[in-house]
């Protein structure tokens, strides 16, 4: 009997897994999967957020206008290069289905966010993996990649899951030796966090090119995750790609209005940087002092190499049965590791705790 069929690629995709919030038979939960804010969600875009629960039958500006000049202001850049969606991973899709497609090839490194994966094998294009070197991107690797075929190359910086960043000086020889017309897409989702002076999140680079998109988030710092907000700043010409395939409406009223109160929310910003940088520390420290090793981060996560994967998995269950949640990466490559969440000061000692009499009885 016929039934419709995709596309054979599409079958070949595994589906995206995201960060686990609860255990069976546990009350209290600690969640440190999904690299959410420490802090939760600011005061002024809960406020908004409420705000609007009478307005919700409205459609919203489908061009998000205020968020957009919001944004504009709070990182000083022109609000006509900018663009939003339902969370970044919405103009990633956008951009692989506008500009991959069968006969193209996507280049990620090895370990990059499984999303260019899924949205490059989406589109019809073949999905190139480049080796890495020390569990970060390698820019010769990925330049030796480079075909006749490729249209996108993608780069998290920093790295989801690894933490892992390029300086601004590895990221500017990409550029400049990728040939002009590869469009080259710099997810900067953690760029919040990053505090080393070597990082650029990718401005220099758009403003310089014509060829070159960066990609944000309100998931992360800014604690918005359940809102869905991502936004990119590009060259005119893909801003207008972007807005010819973009949903009208994919940013609700409630998320625009919540992200315009996040972005000006006092202080917000540099305390949560602040206590990221410290807890980070921390959290590194105490799982080095119990013998793990952990993986240099720049992000809001840290990423614990236990060596095995059966070792990972047992500390994973261990943690479990204390009601913490991690994130295991063997989907990424990694099934060794573990990637843990910078949360509350209490939920990195707790984490930290727990780790620490799971080594001890290894």
């Known amino acids: 009997m016929s039934i419709p069929r995709p596309r054979p690629e599409i079958l070949t995709i595994s589906p995206y897994v995201a960060g686990e919030s609860k255990v069976a038979g546990v009350n209290r939960i600690v969640k440190l999967s999904s690299n959410e804010g420490a802090f939760g969600v600011p005061p002024g875009a809960q406020a908004a957020y409420v705000a609007l629960a009478n307005e919700v039958h409205r459609y919203p500006d489908g061009s998000a206008a205020e968020l957009r000049a919001a944004l504009g202001r709070t990182f000083s850049l022109d609000s006509a290069r900018i663009v939003c969606g339902a969370g970044s991973d919405d103009l990633l899709y956008q951009l692989c289905l506008a500009y991959g497609g069968p006969g193209t090839e996507i280049i990620m490194s090895a370990h990059g966010f499984s999303i260019y994966q899924i949205a490059g094998t989406y589109s019809g294009a073949t999905v190139i993996k480049t080796p890495e070197r020390e569990l970060t991107a390698d820019v010769d690797a990925i330049l030796a990649a480079v075909s006749p075929a490729t249209r996108i190359v993608f780069i998290a910086n920093p790295n989801n899951p690894t933490g892992s960043m390029l ?4 990221m500017r020889r990409l550029r400049e030796n990728l040939p002009p017309e590869v469009l080259l897409v710099i997810d900067a989702a953690y760029a919040e966090y990053v505090t080393r002076p070597d990082y650029d999140a990718g401005v220099s680079l758009v403003d310089a090119n014509d060829n070159t998109v960066m990609t944000r988030t309100f998931s992360k710092i ?3 995750g359940g809102m ?3 936004w990119a700043y590009a060259p005119p010409a893909v801003i207008d790609v972007l807005n010819r395939v973009r949903s009208p409406f994919n940013v609700s009223l409630a998320a625009q209005a919540a992200g315009i109160a996040a972005l000006a929310e006092p202080g917000w910003v540099d305390a949560s940087r602040a206590h ?14 119990a013998g793990i090793l952990v993986w240099p981060s720049e992000g809001n996560f840290v990423l614990a190499d236990f060596e095995t994967p059966e070792r990972a998995a047992a500390a994973d269950a261990y943690l479990r049965t204390r009601g913490i949640i991690v994130r295991a990466v063997g989907g990424y490559g990694l099934p060794a590791c573990l990637r843990i969440t910078v949360g509350l000061a209490e939920e ?5 705790d727990a780790l620490d009499a799971f080594m001890a009885d290894a």
């Open 167 to 170: 300086s601004e000086a590895e």
């Open 222 to 224: 800014f604690g918005l």
């Open 228 to 230: 869905r907000i991502g």
């Open 276 to 289: 990221n940088a410290e807890y980070r520390l921390i959290l590194t420290d105490r799982l080095c002092q």
């Open 348 to 352: 990195v000692h707790l984490v930290a």
